[in-house]
């Protein structure tokens, strides 16, 4: 089975610091993605790599940048946390860029930010 | 924007019961759909799949119905159990793997 690692599961921050949240998958996938799952908005898609040291704007990349280096790791940066990124933030991974398959996602880290 | 929405945001059923949970979409150039399950303190997990050229697909006590005329989804779950109290999203991408959720639907199973 897919492993997808979070390295946090809770995480408390005060405004303006900067945040990295890692990921790690194990299997070799090529997609990686960055959510955030608010109560009401369901998950939204903030940041995805189709491969290492490339990155696509998702729907809300505003305060965020991302970083892929290798191919298994995902980082999601918050350069200035604010409070309105207290969140439940969610990687995900799947196989490749021209097939669809399903995305295999990480038990998530919660971020609050004071 | 493209949307995916859920038809009922809660539903309880009884234990053994078979459970319907639906989902309409927008954007007819989707081709692959998918339905997970989230539990709590989890991420979404996949539960079963389905590409635009079929109608029907069976999985485990799981059998996911694409109507592509009205747009329309769904997951039946058969003899329901305590276990499968979760919140289930449908999904739906198109090219390049982006893939977009609906807010989700919370099932609860009553014993």
């Known amino acids: 089975d897919v492993k997808v690692t979070q390295s946090s599961r809770y995480l408390v921050k005060r405004t303006g610091e900067k945040v990295f949240l890692e990921c790690v998958q194990d299997?070799?996938?090529?997609?990686m993605f960055w959510y955030r799952q608010d109560p009401g908005l369901g998950l939204r898609l903030i940041y995805f790599s189709y491969d290492v040291k490339m990155k696509e704007k998702g729907d809300i990349p505003e305060g965020y940048s991302v970083s892929r280096e290798k191919k298994e790791r995902f980082s999601l940066i918050l350069e200035s946390a604010s409070t309105n990124q207290t969140s439940m933030y969610l990687c995900a991974s799947s196989l490749s860029r021209q097939y669809n398959s399903p995305l295999h996602f990480g038990n998530g880290t919660r971020l609050t930010v004071t | 924007g493209e949307s995916v929405g859920l038809h009922l945001p809660t539903l309880s059923v009884q234990e053994g019961d078979n459970s319907i949970i639906n989902c309409a979409y927008s954007n007819s150039a989707s081709d692959y759909f998918i339905w997970y399950k989230q539990e709590s303190g989890k991420g979404p997990q996949f539960i079963i799949d389905?590409?635009?050229?079929?109608d029907k697909r069976q999985g485990q006590r799981v059998t996911v119905l694409l109507n592509k005329t009205v747009k329309h989804l769904s997951l039946q779950i058969a003899a329901t159990q305590p276990g499968d109290s979760a919140v289930y999203f449908c999904s739906h991408s198109g090219g390049y793997q982006k893939v977009t959720f609906g807010t989700g639907t919370k099932l609860q199973v009553i014993p």
């Open positions: 299997m070799d996938h090529e997609n």
């Open positions: 389905i590409r635009s050229n079929m």
